[in-house]
Structure formats: C-alpha cells, structure tokens
Nanobody
Framework: QVQLVESGGGLVQAGGSLRLSCAASGSTFTINAMGWYRQAPGAQRELVAVISSGGSTNYANSVKGRFTISRDNAKNTVYLQMNSLKPEDTAVYYC??????????WGQGTQVTVSS
C-alpha cells in the first residue's frame, strides 16, 4: 500500500504562484512514475504533469512553460511549482503514483482557486 498526502493548495490571484507537495509513505519502493492530475467542476480529471523515477517529465500543453514538476526520491515527495496561474487552472489537484506492482494510488486532492 502507498499513501499520498497533498498540501499547498489555496486561493491566489491570476498571475500568482503556488507550490503543491505530495508526500508518499508506505511501500514507496514500489513507486515508478508520479504525477499531478486536476479536475475542474463538471469536467473530467486530466493529466497536468508526470515525472518518472529517472526524472523524465511530461506536461499537458495547457501548462507547459508555467508549471514545473520535480521529485525528491530521498523524501518520497513530488512537487508541482505553478507560476503565472490563470483562472482556468482552478481545480482540485490530485497526486498520483504508479507502481511496479500494477497498482495506482491517488491522494485526497487539494483545491487550487485562481481569482481573476
């Protein structure tokens, strides 16, 4: 089992920045890629960014150049630095961990609200 706990969400004005953190515990040795997804009201959950165990990254086109995902394997923590935030970035952000035992885990989500 892997437990994921997100933190760092909140309310920010357009153009501002937030940093999300996701701390993993439990069977962290099974984790391969980690990522961030988001879900806005009435919309489907979508990928924001993902980082492999080796540090390779991939971003949604809508956040490229504004968001940066990083990972501290020693702390079993993944971060999402979000700059130049837009109202359309408003959503619940979820941390995700894919494991080498073919199980996927999710955090409880953290609300990000960007006011115009």
């Amino acid at each position: 089992q892997v437990q994921l706990v997100e933190s760092g969400g909140g309310l920010v004005q357009a153009g501002g920045s937030l940093r999300l953190s996701c701390a993993a515990s439990g069977s962290t040795f099974t984790i391969n890629a980690m990522g961030w997804y988001r879900q806005a009201p009435g919309a489907q959950r979508e990928l924001v960014a993902v980082i492999s165990s080796g540090g390779s990254t991939n971003y949604a086109n809508s956040v490229k150049g504004r968001f940066t995902i990083s990972r501290d394997n020693a702390k079993n923590t993944v971060y999402l630095q979000m700059n130049s935030l837009k109202p359309e970035d408003t959503a619940v952000y979820y941390c995700n961990a894919d494991t080498n035992i073919k199980r996927t885990y999710w955090g409880q989500g953290t609300q990000v609200t960007v006011s115009s």
